[in-house]
């Protein structure tokens, strides 16, 4: 029988999208302010359980933007950034003219390591004076940060937390029996709605902010900075970086089915554990006591580069989408030059590491197809 082709993450259509986008028309919303837009923002911070304020935006990157303009990052600046993550994390930092300062991850959840966070800020002041701005936190593949930990390193130097959750809608940590999901641990903290994340709008992303105040702040960065005239009056820089009516419609019915794809996703991480539990030499980004994550792509660590490009290049030749685990950023041509607090073990990571297939409408058999052709390579060596 013929395959078709298995992607690494596609978005999931749960057929109500059409409707949301005809009443979107309907309404004659077709631009960047209408029902739909506070809509999505209100689903997704019931969603979130929080009382924080939330905005809609053009993207996760626009996110990233706005919220280390709110933090006040400025181009003497320094901020403190996960290495191990998408680019997409750490750009913005150089659009405002700032330098990011790298971080190693820790092994349990693959996120910034506190003990070489401690030791980068502790540098930083030593070297340059001050402390760095910010600190930019991820939730890589979902799994959320130690966010305790850092929280409390945060505040011991009184330091501002951009928490980018882009793959980690719908992540959670228990502390004290209360759940706090990942999106609502930062001062400010993002979300992606790209085509590839856990929900989308197509395009888009969102801003959690502290409180509606600084929501509106970010609004009006948004949308060009335009100053309360009837004229178009400047004296602020802003940025075009408003989501579309039209792609919050869409994301209105997507965020009905976020628990479901949530499920699924985890889901899928579990068969892919029982399908390769008989190799205990793989291993896998293991959710620590009391950490939920929604396994936005199930990862697998295997013995070495070589047998995980074995893999990689079988399952690409028989049509199966797989991706390296991202390359650590003070490995990238781009950011050789900043400073790195760490050893190796985002670099392991990236050197061991595959990304699986992972979207929500993988069916069991496929996800079967796909261990045993993993289980080929490893048998043969
Ligand atoms: C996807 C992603 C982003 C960027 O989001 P866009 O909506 O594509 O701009 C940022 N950080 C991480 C970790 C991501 O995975």
């Not at 960047?32 to 809609?56: C, H, S």
């Not at 706090?180 to 903290?189: E, K, N, Q, R, V």
């Not at 041509?333 to 993988?362: H, T």
């Amino acid at each position: 029988m013929e395959h078709s082709r298995i992607h690494l993450s596609i978005a999931s259509i749960n057929g109500k999208e059409q409707d949301f986008i005809n009443q979107a028309f309907e309404q004659g919303w077709l631009s960047t302010v209408g029902p739909q837009i506070d809509g999505f923002e209100r689903n997704l911070k019931t969603y979130l359980q929080t009382d924080k304020a939330l905005v809609a935006l053009s993207s996760g990157t626009a996110a990233i933007h706005l919220g280390l303009l709110q933090l006040g990052v400025c181009s003497s600046d320094e901020v403190i950034c996960q290495s191990f993550t998408f680019v997409a994390s750490a750009n913005p930092i150089t659009y405002l003219g700032a330098k990011p300062v790298f971080v190693d991850s820790e092994l349990d959840t693959w996120n910034m390591s506190p003990v070489f966070l401690t030791e980068a800020i502790e540098d930083r002041i030593k070297k340059t004076g001050k402390a760095p701005k910010a600190i930019l936190i991820v939730d890589l593949y979902g799994m959320p940060a130690k966010m305790v930990e850092i929280i409390a390193i945060a505040k011991k130097y009184a330091i501002p937390i951009l928490e980018d959750a882009a793959e980690a809608l719908g992540s959670y940590i228990a502390v004290e029996g209360r759940k706090i999901m990942c999106g609502a641990m930062g001062d400010y903290s993002v979300f992606s709605f790209n085509g590839n994340k856990i929900i989308t709008t197509s395009g888009g992303g969102a801003l959690v902010c502290p409180d509606e105040q600084s929501a509106d702040k970010v609004r009006f960065f948004a949308g060009q900075a335009r100053d309360a005239a009837p004229h178009y009056e400047h004296s602020l820089l802003g940025y075009n970086y408003r989501l579309s009516n039209i792609s919050a419609a869409l994301g209105q019915a997507q965020v009905l089915s976020l628990s479901d794809y949530v499920e699924k996703r985890r889901r899928i991480n579990k068969l892919y554990r029982l399908e390769l539990a008989a190799y205990p030499f793989l291993t896998f980004q293991d959710e620590p006591n009391n950490f939920n994550s929604n396994y936005w792509l199930t990862t697998l660590v295997f013995r070495s580069y070589q047998e995980r490009e074995a893999v990689r290049n079988h399952l690409l030749s028989n049509n199966i989408e797989s991706r390296p685990l991202w390359k650590p950023l003070h490995l990238q041509p781009l950011y050789a030059e900043c400073p790195f607090y760490g050893d190796a073990v985002a670099e392991s990571l990236f050197e061991k590491g595959l990304c699986l297939p992972s979207s929500s409408n993988l069916t069991d058999l496929e996800i079967k197809r796909i261990s045993d052709l993993i289980k080929e390579i490893i048998i043969k060596k």
